[in-house]
């Protein structure tokens, strides 16, 4: 199994940008695709960003393409998300998701995703 923590949330104002960070522990991290996920309280968790293994596939929810990137460092076991030009509609919780897999692919839907992080806050005022 995978340990996930996720940090770098916080309260911002829009335009701002911030950068996600989670960090794995317990077992190779380079064996997981990762996923971002964020859910607003009511709401159902919505994919926000995904990656494979080796870090050379990603995948981008519209509403966030452009202003987003999702990175990963094998070597740190972490995986990041940088926002950029934050909106009041990007406010929820952020999860981080790995998935352990037998090949390279990345995956967009939670439901593929054998562990998740406690989740971080993102608080974003007009």
């Known amino acids: 199994q995978v340990q996930l923590i996720e940090s770098g949330g916080g309260l911002l104002q829009a335009g701002d940008s911030l950068r996600l960070s989670c960090t794995a522990s317990g077992d190779t991290f380079s064996l997981y695709a990762m996923g971002w996920f964020r859910q607003v309280p009511g709401k159902e968790r919505d994919n926000v960003a995904a990656?494979?293994?080796?870090?050379?596939?990603?995948r981008y929810a519209d509403s966030v393409k452009g202003r987003t990137t999702i990175s990963r460092d094998n070597a740190k076991n972490t995986v990041y998300l940088q926002m950029n030009f934050l909106k009041p509609e990007d406010t929820a919780i952020y999860y981080c998701?790995?998935?352990?897999?037998?090949?390279?692919?990345?995956?967009?839907?939670?439901?593929?995703?054998?562990?998740w992080g406690q989740g971080t806050q993102v608080t974003v005022s007009s």
């Open positions: 998701a790995a998935k352990r897999s037998d090949s390279n692919t990345y995956y967009f839907t939670e439901l593929a995703y054998d562990y």
């Open positions: 990656i494979n293994r080796n870090g050379d596939i990603t």
